[in-house]
């Protein structure tokens, strides 16, 4: 019997995001028998723990520097993996380039969320990935189109969510608003309690909660600190969101640019809940208007709150959402078809 193949997956770091949360549920799902997956950080992991799958980390400072790139180079020259795949930006740069020298046979790029083409120099650095995997159609047009990638060497590969984990469950009594995510200017979550502003005037028994860590923690802290007292809650991001999901009647994410696929509106999905979401690429490939969820233009607060409004006000509405959006995510995204996906194309790429 052939040996597994030796499948590294390299990142920045293991802090909460969407990316890391995907690259340890697929490296501790892959196949043992034919993949034996490891992972490696350029600086110190973080947040997340990778489970049963090693874990290499091969810088300590603050930010990506020479240190941990000639680290980098090293252990590819010692360890000799089969399969290299780069899980975000700065990876995509560095693994390729280091890759290549290494002589790392197969190198699979990642183009996961709007503008990282640019930001990883996708129309320079694509002849060095053997393959490029995005998580959007969309990423796969633009990267086409724009940075002219062959179409034949991209593959689009949904996110996965863990739908035995992740279950449905009844509409809370109280009306709780939940939004998880970083806490980035992407995200916009001053747009969301702009519009909460609005629509607690008329709910003044709902609340709007917000999960995550990022730099503009201070200022959505003291926007939230002008709504009125007990209705907004700033948490800090959960290992599981799960419980909090059980605890809204509906999830939000008013990102104002081009996303991939974030993770955490297909958990919200798996858990039956109803999505209200920005009508961008990437989130436009998840949420179906009308059916399981209500799409608004990006920064409109006013728009934003009645759409938020229409979900509270309706509970059957809210609920029957709830449940076609399960069934959405149970067809079209589940951890089992994303593994499958992957271990097909790096079995592929490994024979060729």
């Not at 350029?42 to 947040?47: I, K, P, Q, W």
Request: charged letters at 20%; a positive charge; hydrophobic letters at 45%.
């Amino acid at each position: 019997m052939a040996r597994p193949l030796r499948t590294v997956f390299l990142l920045q770091d293991l802090k909460f995001g969407g990316t890391q949360t995907q690259t340890v549920a697929l490296a501790a799902r892959l196949d043992p028998q034919r993949f034996q997956s490891e992972i490696w950080t350029l600086l110190s992991a973080g947040d997340l723990d990778p489970g049963p799958t090693p874990l290499i980390e091969l810088g300590h400072a603050p930010r990506v520097g020479p240190a941990s790139l000639f680290r980098l180079w090293r252990q590819l020259r010692a360890a000799r993996p089969d399969i290299l795949v780069l899980m975000t930006v700065v990876p995509n740069i560095w693994g390729r380039v280091f890759g290549r020298l290494a002589g790392v046979p197969v190198i699979v790029g990642t183009c996961r969320g709007g503008g990282s083409a640019r930001r990883q120099y996708e129309r320079r650095l694509w002849r060095l990935a053997d393959h490029v995997v995005c998580n959007a159609a969309f990423l796969k047009r633009d990267m086409a189109r724009a940075d002219g990638v062959p179409e034949e060497r991209i593959s689009v590969i949904a996110n996965g969510v863990d739908t035995l984990h992740l279950q449905p469950s009844p509409l809370p009594e109280k009306p709780v608003i939940f939004c998880a995510g970083r806490l980035i200017p992407l995200k916009d979550h001053l747009t969301l309690i702009a519009a909460f502003e609005r629509l607690v005037q008329q709910r003044p028994d709902a609340e709007l909660w917000i999960a995550g860590e990022g730099p503009l923690r201070a200022r959505i802290a003291a926007a939230g600190s002008r709504l009125p007292a007990g209705s907004f809650r700033l948490l800090r991001p959960q290992r599981d969101t799960g419980a909090l999901l059980r605890s809204c009647t509906v999830f939000v994410l008013s990102s104002c640019q081009d996303e991939g696929m974030p993770n955490v509106v297909l958990e919200a999905m798996a858990s039956g809940r109803p999505v209200v979401a920005t009508a961008i690429a990437g989130l436009d490939e998840i949420v179906e208007a009308g059916r399981t969820g209500i799409l608004v233009p990006p920064r409109d607060p006013r728009a934003l709150a009645g759409a938020i409004l229409k979900l509270l006000d309706d509970r059957g509405l809210a609920a029957r959402m709830g449940t076609a959006g399960r069934k959405r995510v149970l067809h079209s995204f589940s951890m089992e078809a994303m593994i499958a996906a992957y271990e097909a194309l790096f079995t592929k790429l490994a024979g060729r």
